[in-house]
Nanobody, 113 residues
Framework: QVQFVESGGGLVQPGGSLKLSCVAS????????MFWYRQAPGKERELVAQ????????YYPDSVKGRFSISRDNAKNTVYLQMNSLQPEDTAVYYC??????WGQGTQVTVSS
């Protein structure tokens, strides 16, 4: 079963940007959907981005729409999350996963001045 490793998190000031990467241990070509979720302390895990296998269709909740962008490179078995205009409420652990796949270990994103 494919495993995912997220990276790219860190501390950023409000209004800043980060790009997260999620590298799979094997091919993601057959994974229909890839997802990025986040979980803030004391809150439930929430979906922040979704992308189809061919990268044509994406989904974002209103909380991140226009600021976050998901993409995937099937040849590199990698999914990305570009995050712009970050705000303190974006602080969370960010996880990637795919349809029927396990969760990665997550990467911490902290937005603070």
């Amino acid at each position: 079963q494919v495993q995912f490793v997220e990276s790219g998190g860190g501390l950023v000031q409000p209004g800043g940007s980060l790009k997260l990467s999620c590298v799979a241990s094997g091919s993601i070509n057959s994974i229909a959907f890839m997802f990025w979720y986040r979980q803030a302390p004391g809150k439930e895990r929430e979906l922040v981005a979704q992308i189809t296998n061919d990268g044509v269709w994406t989904y974002y909740p209103d909380s991140v729409k226009g600021r976050f962008s998901i993409s995937r490179d099937n040849a590199k078995n990698t999914v990305y999350l570009q995050m712009n205009s970050l705000q303190p409420e974006d602080t969370a652990v960010y996880y990637c996963t795919g349809t029927g796949a396990p969760w990665g270990q997550g990467t911490q994103v902290t937005v603070s001045s």
